[in-house]
């Protein structure tokens, strides 16, 4: 490209398909005979988004490619309004990119290495050291950044990792697995900094995990890919009315109560397996009508109410809903 | 009178007061790809001679650097006091200083590429505005660069030296701007010639001391196997082709080649022409760079 100095507000072509930031079309990638990504296709909007799927999903494989770093069997892939490939340079100059794997030179500093990244993406000598100590600062490494990256722990080589990734102001920030290796008080210190990434500094967030909880508890929005297979993107949560569930906790026969509830016309109530404790029954899309019946029959009945819970559609009721309860791998609800 | 004491109470706490100015966009220029290449091609240079590392990281470059210092100085101090002692030659130099020149390869080279493969912080480099190619270019051309500094720079102080120890300076200078031509000349050819053989080697592996090792047992046994090869196998007409196989050999013969001379040795027979040891060298340069575009280029 040219040395002209390049657009600091947007730093991007206006994207069209209501914002998206990325676009993917047909997006296939094959390894030989093993197929990573199948026929993807993507509009993502701005906003924290989750990229979630069980390890070897395709996660990362896809972020490469958005990066510009491989190259799609078929299809395409945009990002920031360039082709991520073909446009990979003016892409790269405008995404930050955090690895899941170690990735840091040991014998350097934080401030260094960090000043050098933010020179390597375009930013002058000068403005590149001073974004460098702000970034750290703001990750919480301001004390620290002169020491080098060898005597770190892994939760402050996390943290470098993401203040390169940010160090350089971008539009868009991918960071793949960024919890990874991180006891729980560095999971979710991690969390809060991806979260004020996202509120404060306002970049849009790509955060890849396998980790339901981290996913849900940062992101507004959800892509879930499963063995190459894009099973779903759609935002977390949704209208009360679309996704809320009733939950309730009897002390007595659960089959007798949903045939009541059947009885009564309200067929949406079921019973939800559980291994240990008392029996549960869900229904879905309450009204003021179940809750009437709720009460009615369990008179009727003489069955004890131990618990009744409203609670929204989950991101794990998108994951079943998706993926399929066999999917549901212990390790996704963030065991450390 | 009290609004001037508010005031003055006021003002220590004014500017004493830290402020969190929260986070700040970056609204300057963005200098793109060609800033990002000189960027990396900088930091290397840096880092392999130990800037902000360890003193022990700064030993042997400063060391080669005080060695390849003291080879033009002393020559130059005799040469002030005795007018006729010209102990050491234009060409003499990269004969003499072979040694230095190597070990400064095999240290340099391998911090050029093996640290970013061990450490795996390539995939940080490539997220950037840059491609694997300009990588690769940068890399070559921290060494090259850093090389001539090892070379060209002792040189042209060496030849400068000389100029300054004549009657006339400025007369001499005009005279001998072919010498410095020719310095120029083979410093930039020798340098990038030596840089990429030792970059090749660096290329295939991630453990530096495994780097430092190959490269400098690849520069003496190659010079052996030259000589073995042509005493077993070469008639005296195709002896001196076998100086090919050692870049010392090439290198020497090369120089005095540009400045006219013949090796007084005469181990390889009679000198190929001198465009040959220039274009061998070129050649394998370009091997060299193909070898790496291999390795490091192809996409996934």
Known sequence: MSQAVLDQTAGARATTHEDAVIRTVDLTKRFGSFTALNQIDLSIP??????????????????????????????????????????????????????????????????????????????????ARQRAADVLYQVGLDEERYRLI??????????????????????????????AGLDPPGRDSMLELVDRIYRMMGMTVVLSSHILEDIERVCDYVVIIDSGQLALAQRIGGTPAEGAQLSIQIDGNPDQFIQRLHALGIDDARQRDRMTGLPEIVIRHPSDRVYDAVRDIAVELDVPIVSMTGRTRSLEDLYLQAVGASALDADMYGGV | MADSSMTTQQTPRAFGEVYDRGYQHYTGPRLGRAHAFRALTGYSMKRALGAKKRWTAKVVPVILYVAVALLVIIPLGIQGFIDAAEILQYWDFFSVAWLILGVFVATVAPEMLCGDRREKTLILYFSRPITRLDYLMSKLLATGLLTLTITLVPLAFFWLGRQLLADSPVRAMQDNLDDLFKIVIVSVVVSAYLGALGLVVSAFTSRKAIAVGVIVVAFLFSSALAGVLQEVFGNPDQKAWFA?????????????????????DGAFGNPLETWIYGAAMIVIMLICCAIMYWRYVPED
């Open chain 1, 150 to 179: 060898k005597g770190f722990s892994t939760g402050m080589k996390q943290r470098v990792k993401l203040a390169q990734a940010i160090v350089h102001d971008p539009s868009l920030v991918f960071l793949d697995e960024p919890t």
């Open chain 2, 244 to 264: 090919l196989i050692s870049p010392a050999r090439t290198i020497t013969e090369f120089v005095l080649g540009i400045w006219g001379q013949v090796n007084s």
């Open chain 1, 46 to 127: 701005r906003g924290a988004i989750g990229l979630l799927g069980p390890n070897g999903a395709g996660k990362t494989t896809l972020i490469r490619i958005l990066l510009g770093l491989a190259k799609p069997t078929s299809g395409s892939a945009e990002v920031l309004g360039f082709n991520a490939f073909s446009e990979g340079i003016q892409v790269r100059e405008r995404v930050g990119y955090m690895p899941e794997a170690e990735c840091l030179p040991s014998n350097a500093t934080a401030a260094d290495f960090v000043g050098h990244m933010a020179e390597m993406s375009g930013l002058p000598k000068t403005e």
